[in-house]
T-cell receptor, first 111, second 114 residues
Framework: GEDVEQSLFLSVREGDSSVINCTYT??????LYWYKQEPGAGLQLLTY?????DMKQDQRLTVLLNKKDKHLSLRIADTQTGDSAIYFC???????????FGGGTRLMVKP | DVKVTQSSRYLVKRTGEKVFLECVQD?????MFWYRQDPGLGLRLIYF???????EKGDIPEGYSVSREKKERFSLILESASTNQTSMYLC?????????????FGPGTRLLVL
């Protein structure tokens, strides 16, 4: 079955860039997603990328997709304390109705 | 703004009790989902529903059932709660079936089974 993996924890200093990595196994995934979960809240969609794209940029967020290696990354430029949260990557199945989530990466931003 | 609400933020139940978790969305979405979230495991899909009275098993349906009698409401039922069902439960809804459509999540219900 599908498997999505992420490292558990990342710590950066305020103002630095953060890079959160994700690997997935379903090569037929059409869309890949990044969600953010702030403490005590549900998940919020940050961005998504279509599988025929290599890169997508949205303000401070850059998503890179290496389809050959099945590797997805999320780069946050000029990381702020408000970016502290858990970040989940997810892939969608072919039918477009089920997401498979990674375990989440907890990002801690130190002032 | 889409709003997904869950009936309780925190719930404490005893082993063997029947537990109902309620989820309501106000945007007329066809699709609704129940996940459980455990540290290091991410979100795992329990059940989803793509229409009233329709349901599909997710990855971990054992020990759970669901009910969708009205479009806006999707209930998760633990027939006989067990300690290994202590978890955070997240409900989500989504409008259609295009890949770009995001799932909107509720704030979660943290369930403790003693």
């Amino acid at each position: 079955g599908e498997d999505v993996e992420q490292s558990l924890f990342l710590s950066v200093r305020e103002g630095d860039s953060s890079v959160i990595n994700c690997t997935y196994t379903d090569s037929s995934s059409t869309y890949l997603y990044w969600y953010k979960q702030e403490p005590g809240a549900g998940l919020q969609l940050l961005t998504y990328i279509f599988s025929n794209m290599d890169m997508k940029q949205d303000q401070r967020l850059t998503v890179l997709l290496n389809k050959k290696d099945k590797h997805l990354s999320l780069r946050i430029a000029d990381t702020q304390t408000g970016d502290s949260a858990i970040y989940f990557c997810a892939e969608i199945n072919n039918a477009g109705n089920m997401l498979t989530f990674g375990g989440g990466t907890r990002l801690m931003v130190k002032p | 703004d889409v709003k997904v609400t869950q009936s309780s933020r925190y719930l404490v139940k005893r082993t063997g009790e029947k537990v109902f978790l309620e989820c309501v969305q106000d945007m007329d979405h066809e699709n609704m989902f129940w996940y459980r979230q455990d540290p290091g495991l991410g979100l795992r899909l329990i059940y989803f529903s793509y229409d009233v009275k329709m349901k599909e098993k997710g990855d971990i349906p054992e020990g759970y059932s669901v009910s969708r009698e009205k479009k806006e409401r999707f209930s998760l039922i633990l027939e006989s709660a067990s300690t290994n069902q202590t978890s955070m439960y997240l409900c989500a809804s989504r409008a259609g079936t295009t890949f770009q459509e995001t799932q909107y999540f509720g704030p979660g219900t943290r369930l403790l089974v003693l």
